[in-house]
């Protein structure tokens, strides 16, 4: 009896391991088909990075107040770098903040699919 116990308790462990649960997909809706910048990434751009990065006040010499400059930005500048850094890392973007990590694997899918517009 003591046995089979143990063994329940490793079966149900391994379960609830691989399991998608409902706190799983609280801050990991799954991404399903390719990430656009018009549905998916200019709403993160917008609410957590615009208000120190546009034209008339860009915080490091970057504005993202367009589809083409955020791409630029995350292809060839540091946009990636930063907001994959550590939480009390002075340069995690954005600043003293960190993504949630839905919205960081938005962007990094962002990346995989070729920064595709709309
Ligand atoms: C509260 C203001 C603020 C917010 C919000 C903010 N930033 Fe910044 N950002 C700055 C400042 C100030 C700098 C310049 C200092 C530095 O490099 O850390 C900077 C620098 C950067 C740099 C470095 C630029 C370069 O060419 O090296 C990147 C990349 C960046 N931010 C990305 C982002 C992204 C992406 C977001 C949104 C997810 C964001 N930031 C949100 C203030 C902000």
């Not at 083409?68 to 540091?78: P, S």
């Amino acid at each position: 009896m003591k046995h089979l116990l143990f063994y329940l308790t490793i079966v149900l462990t391994l379960i609830s391991c691989t399991n998608t649960s409902p706190e799983d997909l609280e801050d990991g809706t799954p991404i399903t088909g390719s990430v656009k910048y018009g549905a998916d990434i200019f709403p993160i751009v917008e609410s957590q990075c615009l208000s120190c990065h546009n034209d008339n006040f860009a915080s490091g010499n970057n504005s993202y107040s367009s589809y083409a400059q955020f791409r630029v930005a995350t292809e060839n500048g540091n946009v990636i770098d930063r907001i994959t850094r550590n939480v009390g890392d002075q340069l995690l973007m954005p600043q003293g903040n960190q993504l949630p990590q839905n919205s960081i694997n938005l962007i990094l899918q962002w990346q995989t699919d070729g920064y595709l517009e709309n």
